[in-house]
Structure formats: structure tokens, C-alpha cells
Nanobody
Framework: QVQLVESGGGLVQPGGSLRLSCAAS?????????MGWYRQAPGKQRELVAT???????NYADSVKGRFTISRDNAKNTVFLQMNSLKPEDTAVYYC????????WGQGTQVTVSS
């Protein structure tokens, strides 16, 4: 079992920045895994934002390329999402995901971009 604890959401004005963190604990096996962020806006399906594999590969949604940066601390099993130049359309609940021997989700953190 893997537990994910997210933090860093909140309310920010358009053009602002936020940094999300997600710490994984428990049976982090295998050592080769993928951690990432997904988001779900009201009335929409959950969508990929960015992922970071334990071997260093990254993947971003086109809508966030150039604005969001995902990073990872393998020693601490933590993944971060630096979000810059935020737009109202980035408003959503952001979920952390861990995929190794199984798939685990965090509880979600609300990000609201509004003036």
C-alpha cells in the first residue's frame, strides 16, 4: 500500500504561481515507478498534467508546457509541480498519482485561479 499526501493548493490571481508537493510513503515498490499530477475541473474528466518517471523521463500536457515544471526527489519519494503564469482555466482539483506495482491516488488539492 502507498499513501500520498498532497499540499500547496490555494487561490491565486491570474498570472500568479503556486507549487504543489506530493509525498509518497509505504511500500514504494518497485523502485522503477512514475509519479505525476492530474487535474479535474467541474463537469470535466480527469486529465493528465505532468508525469515524472523514476528514471528521469517527463511528460506534459500541451496546455501546460512552458508554464508548469514537474520535478522529483527520489530519495524522499516526493514530486513537485511548479505552476507559473496560471490561468483561470487551470482551476481544478489537482491529484497526485503513483504508479508502480499498483496505482494510487492522493486526496486532491484545490487550485483556484481567479481575480
Amino acid at each position: 500500500q502507498v499513501q500520498l499526501v498532497e499540499s500547496g493548493g490555494g487561490l491565486v490571481q491570474p498570472g500568479g504561481s503556486l507549487r504543489l508537493s506530493c509525498a509518497a510513503s509505504g511500500r514504494i515498490m518497485p523502485s522503477i515507478n512514475v509519479m505525476g499530477w492530474y487535474r479535474q475541473a467541474p463537469g470535466k474528466q480527469r486529465e493528465l498534467v505532468a508525469t515524472f518517471g523514476s528514471l528521469g523521463s517527463t511528460n506534459y500536457a500541451d496546455s501546460v508546457k512552458g508554464r508548469f515544471t514537474i520535478s522529483r526527489d527520489n530519495a524522499k519519494n516526493t514530486v513537485f509541480l511548479q505552476m507559473n503564469s496560471l490561468k483561470p482555466e487551470d482551476t481544478a482539483v489537482y491529484y497526485c498519482k503513483f504508479q508502480g506495482s499498483g496505482v494510487y491516488w492522493g486526496q486532491g488539492t484545490q487550485v483556484t485561479v481567479s481575480s
